[in-house]
């Protein structure tokens, strides 16, 4: 079996690739809360401050693979405490590559689409970022050190990712929503904000087929339309069955405290199409696979 150490395991992404991770390896979760263990999985409680424990549990677990999605994700929440994010973001991504280039562990890093500026889409894996926010930023010089640390690496740009999370809310837009219009409660999406989504399951698949096989560089998991937020809303209220008038179009300069955005950061996925089993989907399809999880977990 090969050990896989996962960072963030309560996290949405995270909970995506604990689920999907199938008897070839054992993971090791690492996170500040409470997990599950079963004979694969074992569950480390982890403060990511704390590098000394990192090198300790290098040492102990041996990863031959790691996948790393700890972040803080809150675009909104980075813009006000810069310091926690640049900590998280940056500091913890810098000794988890200096730790995998020494122990000839194979990094895998989870960046985003938000890197680019908006105005050149779609972009591909060689285009040039263009941070319009301090999260972005954050990711960008992440990004750098992963490249440079000479640790085997796949830097993973994620789009935006739509599906309900295994522990908690997590970092899921999808199930806020879905509980808002059960609520029966408007939910405002922007219209001039246009993005690639993935489905967190077709993500968990393809972070570990290339945790799995020998690719490195960088990848662009996207799904395969470009979809402004408002729209994306309203695909996902009709295939939910709920009130798809409750998604009102909304201009983000009037959603108070919202950190600019780009506008349009699809990504082309030609790339991971090509190289990967794992087939990137359009959004129908990628919600019929986050219902039939979300049933599959009921019965
Ligand atoms: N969701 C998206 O649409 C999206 C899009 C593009 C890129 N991404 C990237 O994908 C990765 C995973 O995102 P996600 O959506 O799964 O986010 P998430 O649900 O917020 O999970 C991130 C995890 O990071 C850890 N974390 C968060 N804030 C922290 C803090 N201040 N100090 C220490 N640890 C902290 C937590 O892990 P524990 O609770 O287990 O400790 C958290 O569950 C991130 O790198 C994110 O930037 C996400």
């Not at 009130?243 to 108070?256: F, G, H, I, W």
């Amino acid at each position: 079996m090969k050990r896989l150490l996962l960072t963030g395991a309560r996290g949405f992404v995270a909970g995506s690739v604990l689920r999907q991770a199938d008897a070839q390896w054992t993971v090791h979760a690492l996170s500040r809360g409470d997990g599950f263990v079963t004979s694969r999985v074992h569950w480390h409680h982890f403060d990511p401050r704390g590098a000394r424990e990192l090198s300790d549990l290098f040492r102990t677990v041996r990863p031959e693979v790691v996948v790393h999605t700890v972040a803080v994700a809150d675009i909104d929440y980075c813009e006000t405490h810069r310091e926690e994010a640049r900590q998280v973001n940056v500091e913890l991504t810098r000794a988890l590559a200096e730790l995998c280039a020494v122990h000839g562990a194979k990094l895998v890093f989870c960046s985003t689409d938000t890197i680019f500026d908006g105005e050149h889409a779609p972009y591909r894996e060689g285009d040039t970022a263009g941070p319009v926010n301090f999260y972005a930023r954050t990711k960008v010089e992440a990004e750098q050190i992963v490249a440079q640390s000479g640790a085997p690496a796949v830097i993973a740009r994620l789009a935006l990712v739509v599906g309900l999370p295994v522990f908690g809310a997590g970092n899921s837009f999808l199930a806020k929503m879905v509980a808002a219009l059960r609520a029966g409660r408007a939910v405002p999406m922007p219209t001039n904000e246009i993005r690639t989504p993935i489905d967190v399951l077709t993500l968990g698949r393809a972070l570990l087929e290339l945790a799995d096989g020998p690719h490195t560089g960088t990848f662009h998991l996207a799904g395969n339309e470009s979809l402004s937020r408002f729209e994306m809303g309203r695909r996902i209220a009709t295939r939910f069955d709920l009130p798809t008038q409750l998604v009102v179009a909304t201009d983000p300069a009037r959603m108070p405290g919202r950190a600019r955005r780009a506008r349009d950061v699809s990504l082309d996925n030609a790339k991971a199409r090509v190289q990967l089993s794992t087939p990137m989907l359009n959004l129908d399809p990628a919600l019929d696979l986050v219902l039939k999880c979300a049933g599959d977990a009921r019965s």
